[in-house]
């Protein structure tokens, strides 16, 4: 029978309480964190420096990034000049063509200049959420799905990489949220997609095998983002983790079955955690034997996947999954996972 995953997080839980040390709770009192939290660090890096590097880097606050939208304006550079002339001073991302870190702010709240009401950019917490549309690299013969997509900026992302041509279809089952994201496109200039306000585990049932893309960047926990929420450090518990990855799960096994044949999906999260993303990815390769894992392929120098947890072995593909961590790389901590669908 094919072990499960899930049920093993069990005695992942009880292994991590019971390895919580004097000096886990030492750092973990520094740093106001949960001491579970801290031993779940170290066992990822085995090295208690290297954690200490991760949570003081989880009390700077995130770069700033904005990506330029050449479906409303076709000159980067025009954009940029008028930031400029506001007091923006912008650093360009070496990996994505139409994106700019923020170094100094100008005189107006990017998030209300008259250039963003324009829609001339899309304004990002952090700099990773760029990551999973360059990772998923639709064409505009592609027919996308988006899955959780609100408020949109992955799935204006896909557009403008999409050039406003083939199919995008965007699903979010919040209603405020939706609203965002309807709100994004229009302003965005976005002409090739399909909002629909639905829950997306029942994609499959709607769509069938439709898509050759797909896109699901999961609700998580935000254990990556910490710096944008320092209440983050005590109010996820164990079990929380848990129950997100059972959700994560389902709504990852609807996104792949939502999947033609040949295609590829990217999961993501802005999470760190391994409950809610080796531990994900693992649970479906065991129930779908037509799925794979592939190397991530953009410019950012990943982290490999975790494959082994507390005494858990996981799948060796995994180390082709990508990891970012803010000590490492500068910004958010995240995760990007690209699966392939076997042909039938």
């Known amino acids: 029978m094919p072990q499960s995953y899930t049920k093993l997080l069990e005695e992942v839980g009880r292994k991590v309480m019971k390895a919580v040390s004097e000096r886990a709770r030492a750092i973990a009192s520094k740093f106001g964190f949960l001491e579970y939290m801290v031993v779940r660090y170290h066992e990822i890096f085995g090295d208690w420096s290297e954690v200490t590097e991760l949570l003081e880097a989880f009390e700077k606050p995130l770069v700033k990034a904005i990506r330029i939208n050449t479906l409303r304006f076709k000159s980067v550079g025009e954009v940029l000049e008028r930031l400029e002339k506001l007091g923006y ?20 709240s990017l998030g209300a200049t008259h250039e963003f009401l324009l829609g001339g950019y899309y304004l990002y917490r952090g700099v990773a959420s760029l990551i999973p549309p360059l990772a998923l690299s639709p064409s505009k013969l592609d027919r996308v799905l988006d899955s959780a997509a609100a408020p949109g900026g992955k799935t204006t992302h896909l557009a403008q990489l999409m050039d406003n041509e083939g199919l995008i279809v965007a699903t979010d089952i919040s209603r405020e949220r939706f609203r965002a994201l309807r709100t994004n496109l229009e302003r965005m200039g976005v002409e090739n997609v399909v909002a629909i306000r639905v829950d997306s585990r029942r994609i499959p049932e709607i769509f069938g095998e439709y898509f050759t893309k797909s896109l699901l960047d999961a609700p998580c926990t935000g254990e990556g983002i910490i710096q944008l929420d320092p209440s983050r450090k005590t109010k996820t518990s164990f079990e929380d983790l848990v129950r997100a990855h059972k959700k994560q799960v389902e709504l990852l096994m609807a996104t792949i079955r939502a999947t033609a044949p040949g295609g590829r999906v990217v999961y993501s999260t802005c999470s760190i955690a391994p409950e809610e993303n080796e531990f994900t990815i693992a649970e479906v390769l065991e129930s779908l034997s037509n799925v794979r894992v592939v190397r991530t392929s953009t410019a950012v120098d990943f982290e490999p996947g975790v494959t082994e947890y507390f005494g858990v072995e996981l799948p060796e593909q995994l ?9 490492k790389h500068g910004f958010e901590g995240f995760f990007v996972c690209v699966l392939e669908k076997e042909m039938k």
Do not use: F, M, N, Q
């Open 89 to 108: 001073e912008l650093s360009k991302i070496p990996w994505d063509r139409s994106s700019y870190i923020v170094v100094r702010a100008g005189r107006v």
């Open 319 to 327: 180390k082709l999954c990508g990891r970012t961590y803010p000590h």
